[in-house]
């Protein structure tokens, strides 16, 4: 082993557990996300309301900024993820779509309908049994005539 490693054993060792904890929350958090997602999430415009969108406003705030934050995290993750093994884009797209900032639908709508990454979700659907998600066709690639 070179003598960098054995100096820095304890660096080594950090690196390598949070390696690990990453790839296991890859495994688990982001089908378990993909899974949770309602089919219907990616039609029309905005995102269909929160669950708890009419409770009280201290539990609404909670559940919300416990939302943004494990959505912070699975960014994080799936950063990490781009250079370790895991599922890194599903892990950033997960994550992004729970935290709230401005242009995020757009850029889901735009995510979503990419051919791959619409399959890959669906795959994931699939094997747990779930429905595919449904998608608008991008106004911008055809489909409906904008002229009445």
Known sequence: MPPWFELNRDLVDLVVFVSLAISLLGLIAVPWAIVRIP???????????????????????LLTLTKNALGILLVLAGIAMLVLPGQGLLAILVGAMLVDFPGKRPMELA???MKRVHAVLNWVRRRAGRGPLLVDEDPGQGGQDPTP
């Open 39 to 61: 089919g219907d999430y990616f039609l029309g415009p905005r995102p269909p309301r929160l669950p708890w969108a009419d409770a009280h406003p201290v539990l609404r705030i």
């Open 111 to 113: 995510l979503i309908r």
